[in-house]
């Protein structure tokens, strides 16, 4: 059974092997090596990870079966000053990928959305990602897309995704 749990900093070194282990496998058809080596060092060096959870405000869930994580997510209530969370980043490690722990981490960062009157789920994905399948299934869609310089000669090309949230029942 699928426990999801808030990750503490003694979480971030798993959070960084579960990167380094999916990120080859979901990006090494769309980008470099040298891009997917650069934004990893970029978002989840420890500083890095340090950074997003005290200073942006980012929360890191973590999904675990018998004591092992399969996968994290990382959110943002509030996002602009909205009522709208920003999922800034999930990752499923590739031998549990559709055994349902993405869909687990959407479930809860959806409650704890709606539990604190957020009105929308908004995440960023490669247009060039797989996972926009996904994102469309559990119910999403494509609110825009941007450009995003992220610096180094690098560029990353998302489309904004959206879905509206109902509010929780009394």
Excluded: C
Aim: aromatic share 10%.
């Amino acid at each position: 059974m699928i426990k999801i749990r808030e990750a503490t900093s003694n979480d971030f070194q798993t959070i960084q092997q579960i990167a380094h282990q999916t990120w080859p496998d979901t990006f090494g058809s769309i980008l470099s090596k040298e891009q997917i080596a650069y934004m990893l060092n970029w978002m989840y060096s420890i500083p890095s990870l340090e950074e997003q959870v005290t200073h942006k405000g980012h929360i890191f869930l973590l999904a675990e079966e018998d004591g092992t994580t399969l996968g994290y997510v990382s959110y943002e209530l509030n996002y602009t000053n909205q009522p709208k969370v920003k999922i800034h980043k999930i990752y499923i490690l590739p031998s549990s990928q559709g055994k349902g722990v993405g869909k687990a981490l959407f479930t809860q960062v959806e409650n704890i959305a709606r539990s604190h009157s957020q009105q929308t789920l908004s995440l960023n994905v490669n247009r060039q990602n797989p996972a926009v399948q996904f994102y469309e299934r559990i119910g999403f869609h494509v609110a825009g897309q941007e450009n995003i310089d992220i610096g180094n000669g690098f560029l990353m090309e998302d489309y904004i995704m959206e879905k509206s949230l109902e509010p929780a029942l009394a």
